[in-house]
Nanobody
Framework: VQLQASGGGLVQAGGSLRLTCELS????????MGWYRQAPGKQREFVAR???????EYSDAVKGRFTVSRDNAKNTWYLQMNNLKPEDTAVYSC?????????WGQGTQVTVSS
């Protein structure tokens, strides 16, 4: 079982990025899947999650700017990030919610310049 996040990069404040997470080695359709981030010197924090039936939930920090979606047939979920702010700079990772089913894979760096 492997989790792989991709799509990060360097953008200016106000810009957008779309992150993708792929889960290989097992079907994930039965779980709620989530996005998390860790900024330098800080603990990993919850960003967004989406249930099997595609009900989303967001942290207050990203609500209204980020959109989470999933494609169960592809074992893939996404995070569309709009109106990015410098405080969104972090390594973004993906996993189930709660994070008890899979080991963490490699995250993807998002850097937002002011």
């Amino acid at each position: 079982v492997q989790l792989q996040a991709s799509g990060g990069g360097l953008v200016q404040a106000g810009g957008s990025l779309r992150l993708t997470c792929e889960l290989s080695g097992t079907p994930f359709a039965i779980y709620t899947m989530g996005w998390y981030r860790q900024a330098p010197g800080k603990q990993r924090e919850f960003v967004a999650r989406i249930t099997q039936r595609r009900t989303p939930e967001y942290s207050d920090a990203v609500k209204g700017r980020f959109t989470v979606s999933r494609d169960n047939a592809k074992n893939t979920w996404y995070l569309q990030m709009n109106n990015l702010k410098p405080e969104d700079t972090a390594v973004y990772s993906c996993n189930s919610f709660p994070t008890i089913y899979y080991s963490w894979g490699q995250g993807t760096q998002v850097t937002v310049s002011s």
